[in-house]
T-cell receptor
Framework: SQQGEEDPQALSIQEGENATMNCSYK?????LQWYRQNSGRGLVHLIL?????REKHSGRLRVTLDTSKKSSSLLITASRAADTASYFC??????????????FGKGTLLTVNP | EAQVTQNPRYLITVTGKKLTVTCSQN?????MSWYRQDPGLGLRQIYY???????DKGDVPEGYKVSRKEKRNFPLILESPSPNQTSLYFC????????????????FGPGTRLTVT
């Protein structure tokens, strides 16, 4: 079953604006990760936030995690055309000592218009 | 350069003809994994491996086999491919495992686009 679900499915903004994507999940997690995928290419890891963290920054990226609501958000500030890509959240669910599985959502397609 | 490589990048084959997609990483990572990506379904895990000779099923293992005889290689085998295995396949690897059951950031290969007719 799908653990993480991104919202919205698609987002179109102008260059310079901020983009916010959300991810909801169902079960307790060890960590939550965000990845970017340019069309048809491999995923690139952006940022990881652990279950005991609430906020994390990396350059123009800001990630928040609310474990009580089982949700996370990814904020990209001052967006650029090069940020156009699909963004996925992935959760590492707590599932016992032998359950090393990372479950991805279906992604948010971000389009940044010049 | 640290990377995950996959071969072939594109493959068109016919139903029932056995094929192998190779995956290799040069980062000495313990953890390796295979995913398939389909429109509307996102990325789904097929198999993963914790280390040499240690493999386990992901969410969609039916119709696939894997082996991990060397740390750097993790081939995906389709013994009898069917059209529903037409997909974009990704191999990934990861080095850091925190405690029990935690997966750290993964490094992805460029993908293999497979078409089964």
């Amino acid at each position: 079953s799908q653990q993480g679900e991104e919202d919205p499915q698609a987002l179109s903004i102008q260059e310079g604006e901020n983009a916010t994507m959300n991810c909801s999940y169902k079960t307790s997690i060890n960590n939550l990760q965000w990845y970017r995928q340019n069309s048809g290419r491999g995923l690139v890891h952006l940022i990881l936030i652990r279950s005991n963290e609430r906020e994390k920054h990396s350059g123009r990226l800001r990630v928040t995690l609310d474990t009580s609501k089982k949700s996370s958000s990814l904020l990209i500030t001052a967006s650029r055309a090069a940020d156009t890509a699909s963004y996925f959240c992935a959760t590492d669910a707590v599932g016992g000592g032998s359950n090393y599985k990372l479950t991805f959502g279906k992604g948010t397609l971000l389009t940044v218009n010049p | 350069e640290a990377q995950v490589t996959q071969n072939p990048r594109y493959l068109i084959t016919v139903t029932g003809k056995k094929l192998t997609v190779t995956c290799s990483q040069n980062m000495n990572h313990e953890y390796m994994s295979w995913y398939r990506q389909d429109p509307g379904l996102g990325l789904r895990q097929i198999y993963y491996s914790m280390n040499v000779e240690v493999t386990d099923k992901g969410d969609v293992p039916e119709g696939y086999k894997v082996s991990r005889k060397e740390k750097r290689n993790f081939p995906l085998i389709l013994e009898s491919p069917s059209p529903n295995q037409t997909s974009l396949y990704f191999c990934a690897s990861s080095s850091r495992l925190y405690g029990a059951g935690e997966v750290y950031e993964q490094y992805f290969g460029p993908g293999t686009r497979l078409t089964v007719t």
